[in-house]
C-alpha cells in the first residue's frame, strides 16, 4: 500500500496540508495507535495501514485516480469524489463519453451520450469546451453569441448572419435578422436593412431613381422610380384609345386627332371611342337612349338619344368605315326626341335606317328657305362624304312630314352639300311650297336614287304627293345646282315619283360645275290622268315637271312627265353667249300638260317618244331632232290643243321659233301629210305651207308651225298616229 500511500499523500495528503511519510504501510503494525490516529507510517497503526492517520482497515489503492487518498480521523478510507473524470473520458461534437469515480475508489463508465453543458461542443483534447469563440464551438443548431451558446433566431437583432435562422443578418451582417436576401444591387432603391418582422426595407415610390415621365406616339413611359421592392422601374402604359400628350397619356380628347388611329372623339363627352368596325352598328333609341354615356350607341353601351349625337359620332370616325345607324326600339312615329339639334349632320358613310319614322324637322320656329335642313350631307376638308337613308317597302323613312301628314317647319328635308354623294331607298320626302322650302337641294353634290351606297338596299324615292291640297304641296322637289343626279334599274318600278310641286325637277350648271341628269328608271313627274285623252287630270299641282338652265345635261330613258299646269320640260333662253344645256328623251310619255317640250336654249334629241294631250307639244327656238337621232325609232307628236292650256293660242304639235331648221322627220302626226303652217307668233293668224292641209289655220291640232315664215320644219317619213284626238264629251 505504500506506493498508493505515496501517490495519495502526492494527490489529497498534501493537498490538504497533511504531512505523511513515504514509509510503506504493510501488513498489521506494531504500534498501538487507534484508527483515526495521526500517523507517519503504517507501523504506527494498530490496523498497519496510515494514510496521513491510523485506517480501520486496509483501503482500495489500485486505481491511481479513484484509490484512496486517505483515512479521515475515523480511520475511514477516503477516496476522491463519485463523478469524478478518470481514466478513459472521450468527446464528440458536443456529446460526452465519461469514465468516472464511484467514490469508493474504483474507476468506472459514469454514461454515454451526455450533452456537453451550456450547449457548448467538445474540445480536442475530449473534453467539453467551457465557453464559445465562434458558432463552431457550439453545439449543432447552436450559435455563439455574446461568448454563449443560445438557438438562432428568426427575426429580432442580430450581430452575425448565423444568429438568424436564415443565415442573413442586416443587410450587411449586422442589425435584425432577415426572412430573405434583399436586393441590393440598385445603387438608389437597394435594400438598406430589414426589420423587426425580417421585412426587407427598401425605398418607397416617392424616390426618383431616372429618367423622368414621358410619352410618344400612344405609349407613355412612366417615371423611374423605386418599386419599394428594391428594383428602379420605369415601365410603359398604354394611353389607347388616346395618344401622348407633351409629357403623359392624354385622358379627354378635342377632336379625333387626340385618339390612336382607328379611335375617334366623342366631343360631347371628350372621350375617345373604338373605331366603328366596317358594317359596324350605332343604335339611336329617343326613349331608351342617353347622350351622355360616353360612346352612346357602340358596343354595349347603351344607345344615343338624338341623331345628331350620333351623326357626331360618326363624323368623327375612320373614313374607310360603312355603318349602320338603326333608329328602333322605342321609337315610332313622328321623331321629336329633346336635344335634336338641326340640320341633322348625317356622318361619313352613314347608312341611317329608320323604317316608319316621320323626320318632320323642329317642332317650333320660322319656316322657310332661311331655316336649316332636316338632314344635311356636307363633305368635310378631308374629301368626298357619302350616306344613306333607308327605309322598307312596308315602312319607308318619311322626310319633310309629319305621321299625320303636316308638313316640315325647315329650309329643306334634305340637303347635299359639294362634294357629297347621298343614297336614297324606300324614302318619302317634301317640302313646303307655303315654306318656299325644297324637299331635296342638291348643291354640287351627288344623289343617287332608289338604292344605298352599297347596293343592298333597293327601294323607291317618293317626293311629295297627288293629295291636290295646297298645305301639302312643296315647292321644288329636287333642286340640282352642279349636281349630277340618277337612278338605278328596278324591278317592275319606278326609281322615283315626283307630285305636287311647283317644280318637280330644277337645274342649273354654271361655269363652276355642270348639272349631269340621268333617269333611267321609268321615272314618273306629275299626278297620274285618270284615263288616256284630254282634261282626265284629277288636278294638275305640278307646275314644271322639268327646268333645265345653263350647263346641265339631262336623259330621261322611259319617263312619265303628265299633268304639269305649265310645263312638262323647260329650257328656257340661255343668257350666257355659249348654249351649252343638252337633253336626250328616249322612250319618254309627257302629256297632259300646257307646254310639253319647250327649248328655248341648247339643244335636245328625241327617240322613241311619246307627246300627246297637251296644249303645245314641242316648241323651240333652239336645235331639237325628233327624228330619232342616234337611237333611231319613231316618236309620235299628237293631240294638242288650248283645252289643256286653260285657254290661249291655239294647240300646236310642233312649232318652231328658232328661224332654223327643226328636224322632225319620223314621226307619227294627227295627219299622215303632216299639215306645216306659217304663223305670226300670236299663232292666230297662219297660212298652210303646203298643197292643202288637213286642218283649220289657226285652230286647235295644228300639226307643225313655223313662225313668221322662218326656218323650216323637216317632216319625211311621216306617219299617221292612231290615237284619238276627240275632246271630252262636255266640250
Known amino acids: 500500500m505504500e506506493n498508493r500511500i505515496a501517490v495519495a499523500c502526492g494527490l489529497a495528503l498534501l493537498t490538504a496540508g497533511v504531512s505523511c511519510s513515504s514509509s510503506p504501510i504493510s501488513g498489521k503494525g506494531s504500534g498501538g495507535l487507534k484508527p483515526g490516529s495521526p500517523c507517519t507510517v503504517s507501523a504506527q497503526c494498530a490496523s498497519g495501514d496510515c494514510a496521513g492517520s491510523c485506517c480501520a482497515a486496509a483501503c482500495s489503492t489500485s486505481d491511481p485516480v479513484c484509490g484512496a487518498v486517505g483515512c479521515d480521523d475515523a480511520g475511514a478510507c477516503v477516496y476522491p469524489s463519485a463523478g469524478m473524470t478518470c481514466a478513459g473520458s472521450s468527446c464528440s461534437g458536443s456529446t460526452l463519453s465519461r469514465m468516472a469515480c464511484d467514490g469508493a475508489g474504483a474507476c468506472g463508465p459514469e ?74 444591387s ?92 366596317v358594317g359596324g352598328a350605332l343604335r339611336v333609341d329617343p326613349v331608351l337612349g342617353d347622350d351622355a354615356i360616353a360612346c352612346c350607341g357602340l358596343g354595349k353601351a347603351m344607345p344615343c338619344a338624338t341623331l345628331t349625337h350620333a351623326m357626331s359620332l360618326v363624323g368623327a370616325g375612320p373614313a374607310d368605315t360603312i355603318v349602320t345607324a338603326t333608329v328602333g326600339g322605342a321609337a315610332s312615329g313622328d321623331w321629336t326626341p329633346e336635344g335634336e339639334i338641326y340640320p341633322i349632320a348625317l356622318g361619313w358613310r352613314v347608312e341611317l335606317k329608320a323604317p316608319g319614322i316621320f323626320f318632320a324637322g323642329p317642332a317650333a320656329g320660322l319656316p322657310g328657305p332661311q331655316a336649316p335642313a332636316i338632314f344635311e350631307l356636307t363633305a368635310d376638308a378631308g374629301g368626298a362624304e357619302s350616306a344613306s337613308i333607308v327605309g322598307t317597302g312596308v315602312n319607308p323613312v318619311g322626310i319633310g312630314m309629319g305621321q299625320q301628314g303636316n308638313q316640315l317647319v325647315a329650309g329643306a328635308a334634305i340637303s347635299v352639300g359639294p362634294g357629297s354623294t347621298l343614297y336614297l331607298a324606300n324614302v318619302s320626302v317634301n317640302g313646303s311650297a307655303l315654306a318656299y322650302s325644297d324637299a331635296i337641294e342638291a348643291s354640287y353634290s351627288t344623289v343617287v336614287l332608289g338604292q344605298d351606297r352599297s347596293g343592298a338596299v333597293t327601294g323607291p324615292v317618293q317626293i311629295g304627293n297627288d293629295l291636290a291640297n295646297p298645305l301639302t304641296d312643296g315647292y321644288i322637289g329636287i333642286e340640282c345646282y352642279g349636281c349630277t343626279l340618277s337612278d338605278v334599274p328596278m324591278s317592275g318600278t319606278s326609281s322615283v315619283v315626283i307630285a305636287g310641286q311647283g317644280y318637280d325637277i330644277d337645274a342649273y350648271g354654271d361655269d363652276d360645275g355642270g348639272a349631269s341628269i340621268s333617269l333611267q328608271a321609268a321615272p314618273i313627274l306629275g299626278v297620274a290622268p285618270a284615263a288616256v285623252g284630254f282634261n282626265t287630270c284629277p288636278s294638275k299641282p305640278d307646275g314644271v315637271g322639268v327646268l333645265l338652265q345653263g350647263a346641265v345635261t339631262m336623259s330621261l330613258d322611259h319617263a312619265t312627265i303628265q299633268c304639269m299646269s305649265f310645263a312638262g320640260i323647260e329650257v328656257p333662253p340661255e343668257s350666257l353667249a355659249e348654249v351649252r344645256t343638252s337633253l336626250t328623251l328616249k322612250d319618254t310619255t309627257i302629256q297632259n300638260t300646257q307646254f310639253a317640250l319647250e327649248v328655248f336654249a341648247g339643244s335636245a334629241v328625241v327617240s322613241n317618244s311619246t307627246i300627246r294631250y297637251n296644249g303645245h307639244g314641242v316648241g323651240a327656238s333652239a336645235t331639237v331632232d325628233l327624228s330619232g337621232g342616234d337611237a333611231g325609232g319613231r316618236n309620235t307628236v299628237v293631240c294638242s290643243n288650248r283645252i289643256e292650256a286653260a285657254g290661249g293660242p291655239p294647240g300646236v304639235s310642233v312649232l318652231n321659233q328658232a328661224g332654223t331648221t327643226l328636224n322632225a322627220s319620223n314621226v307619227d302626226w294627227d295627219t299622215p301629210g303632216p299639215d306645216l303652217f306659217s304663223c305670226d307668233s300670236s299663232v292666230l293668224n297662219c297660212t298652210c305651207q303646203i298643197a292643202a292641209c288637213t286642218d283649220t289655220p289657226s285652230a286647235d291640232g295644228m300639226d307643225a308651225v313655223v313662225i313668221d315664215g322662218g326656218g323650216t320644219i323637216i317632216t319625211t317619213g311621216n306617219g299617221l298616229s292612231s290615237l284619238s284626238c276627240a275632246l271630252p264629251p262636255e266640250n
Open 111 to 184: 454514461g454515454t451520450g451526455l450533452a456537453c453543458p451550456g450547449n457548448l461542443g467538445c474540445r480536442a483534447d475530449g473534453g467539453c469546451r467551457l465557453s464559445c469563440g465562434s458558432s463552431a464551438d457550439c453545439a449543432s443548431g447552436f450559435v455563439c453569441n455574446r461568448a454563449a451558446c443560445v438557438q438562432p433566431i428568426a427575426t429580432g437583432t442580430c450581430t452575425e448572419n448565423d444568429d438568424c435562422t436564415s443565415e442573413i443578418c442586416g443587410i450587411a451582417g449586422t442589425g435584425n435578422c432577415c426572412g430573405e436576401t434583399c436586393p441590393t
Open 186 to 277: 440598385d445603387p438608389i432603391c437597394g435594400s438598406t436593412a430589414c426589420d423587426d418582422d425580417g421585412a426587407c426595407l427598401s425605398p418607397d415610390a416617392t424616390f426618383v431613381c431616372g429618367p423622368p415621365q414621358s410619352c410618344a406616339g400612344n405609349t407613355q413611359t412612366n417615371a423611374a422610380l423605386c418599386d419599394g421592392l428594391g428594383h428602379c422601374t420605369a415601365g410603359t402604359t398604354s394611353c389607347s384609345p388616346f395618344i401622348c400628350g407633351p409629357e403623359a397619356c392624354k385622358t379627354t380628347c378635342a377632336s379625333s386627332a387626340d385618339c390612336v388611329a382607328g379611335a375617334f372623339c366623342d366631343l360631347f363627352n371628350v372621350t375617345c371611342c373604338a373605331g366603328l368596325p
